[in-house]
T-cell receptor, first 114, second 113 residues
Framework: DAGVIQSPRHEVTEMGQEVTLRCKPI?????LFWYRQTMMRGLELLIY????????DSGMPEDRFSAKMPNASFSTLKIQPSEPRDSAVYFC????????????FGPGTRLTVT | GNSVTQMEGPVTLSEEAFLTINCTYT??????LFWYVQYPGEGLQLLLK?????DKGSNKGFEATYRKETTSFHLEKGSVQVSDSAVYFC????????????FGQGTRLTINP
């Protein structure tokens, strides 16, 4: 199994530009999670989906952030416009449905906004 | 609310030393508790877990016991190796059916040969 796949692994962009991060969950997993990791705030859950439907987006910092899951094998996290304070490592994780299963994390995307 | 507090790092030890990383939690009800490990340049991986009081999770020589009376889930290893150098996260799941995990701030561990 390939595991959770994220792309790109590194992204450097200028303030004001649109950034799109991509995630392919493990096949058969029905739940998908987006996290952000920074030194100051640690690991924060931004949003999660069950069966492609957003369940809880209370962690999304503001309207500049949006996430979609058009099908069971693909999700995007978009930031528009980006700001330097968005610089972080963004992780995607997936799990089978139901709360008793482990979450499997992707390798992350390191975003730098200059 | 539900929260996890971890021992502040970084922690630096010599190879074969004894390791303890403290973790305490605040939660209503009966949470499940986890330790995740993040190796350099990688995502988090589940290291061990415990789902009820007095359960002991163990994996790769690491152990942690769910102590409800002290609301703690401290991570221990009797003899650490250089390859254990990583960031360790304590986490809780509010209840059995919940999907959200609440993570501590992480503790960076460095093992010197």
């Amino acid at each position: 199994d390939a595991g959770v796949i994220q792309s790109p692994r590194h992204e450097v962009t200028e303030m004001g530009q649109e950034v799109t991060l991509r995630c392919k969950p493990i096949s058969g997993h029905n739940s998908l999670f987006w996290y952000r990791q920074t030194m100051m705030r640690g690991l924060e859950l931004l949003i999660y989906f069950n069966n492609n439907v957003p369940i809880d987006d209370s962690g999304m910092p503001e309207d500049r952030f949006s996430a979609k899951m058009p099908n069971a094998s693909f999700s995007t996290l978009k930031i528009q416009p980006s700001e330097p304070r968005d610089s972080a490592v963004y992780f995607c994780a997936s799990s089978p449905s139901g709360g008793r299963y482990e979450q499997y994390f992707g390798p992350g995307t390191r975003l730098t906004v200059t | 609310g539900n929260s996890v507090t971890q021992m502040e790092g970084p922690v630096t030890l010599s190879e074969e030393a004894f390791l303890t990383i403290n973790c305490t939690y605040t939660a209503t009800g009966y949470p499940s508790l986890f330790w995740y490990v993040q190796y350099p340049g990688e995502g988090l991986q589940l290291l061990l877990k415990a789902t009820k009081a007095d359960d002991k999770g163990s994996n790769k020589g690491f152990e942690a016991t769910y102590r409800k009376e002290t609301t703690s889930f401290h991570l221990e290893k009797g003899s650490v190796q250089v390859s254990d150098s990583a960031v360790y996260f304590c986490a809780l799941r509010w209840y059995q059916g919940a999907q959200k995990l609440v993570f501590g701030q992480g503790t960076r561990l460095t093992i010197n040969p």
